[in-house]
């Protein structure tokens, strides 16, 4: 079985292009995340998609980032116009289920690097 | 502030030696917690995952424990390999019932280097 897939792995833009990452989630999974590393810090939360609805947006830093899910299926992360401080390791994740109690595991992939010049 | 932090931020240590990872954090509500371990161009992969009232769970090689009370846990690796060289995430899911994501808060992590 698949896994979750993101691409690209690495992409380098100058400051004020617009990059769309894209994500892939592991088929039949409800729910997808996006989370970002910047360098030197930890991994945090942006949003997460209960199929084709934003269950939670509290985590994007402004209007410059638009995540979309259409068809409950792959979702892309797009950043417009990308300013410096956006680099840093893009993950995406999918879960099955997601509850207050629940103990959902959630599949990283492996992630897309951005670096803005 | 709900935060969870990591210590040591790295380890060196040789190949069949057992290492400890300690991990402190101060998150309300409390869900669950996880440990993940992330290999160099990887995305994290979870190794365990306790609620409040279990204080360990193991995975071959991989022992965590939890105590709720202080908020503090640990992640006991026995004999170690070269391929266990990663970093190890101590990451704690935050139960908001409101009906929000249960939000999963990342420590930076352990990067622990396995040597021959």
Known sequence: EAGV???????VIEKGQTVTLRCDPISGHDNLYWYRRVMGKEIKFLLHFVKESKQDESGMPNNRFLAERTGGTYSTLKVQPAELEDSGVYFCASSESQG?????????GAGTRLSVL | ????????????ILEGKNCTL???YTVSPFSNLRWYKQDTGRGPVSLTIMTFSENTKSNGRYTATLDADTKQ??????????SDSASYICVVSANFMSGAT???IFGTGT???VQP
Not at chain 1, 5 to 11: D, K, L, R
């Open chain 1, 100 to 108: 207050a109690w629940a103990k959902n595991i959630q599949y990283f």
């Open chain 2, 73 to 82: 846990s640990s992640l006991h690796i026995t004999a170690s390999q070269l």
């Open chain 2, 102 to 104: 249960n939000k999963l």
């Open chain 2, 111 to 113: 990067l622990l280097a």
């Open chain 1, 5 to 11: 897939t993101q691409f690209p792995s690495h992409s």
């Open chain 2, 22 to 24: 300690q991990c402190n």
């Open chain 2, 1 to 12: 502030k709900n935060q969870v932090e990591q210590s040591p931020q790295s380890l060196i």
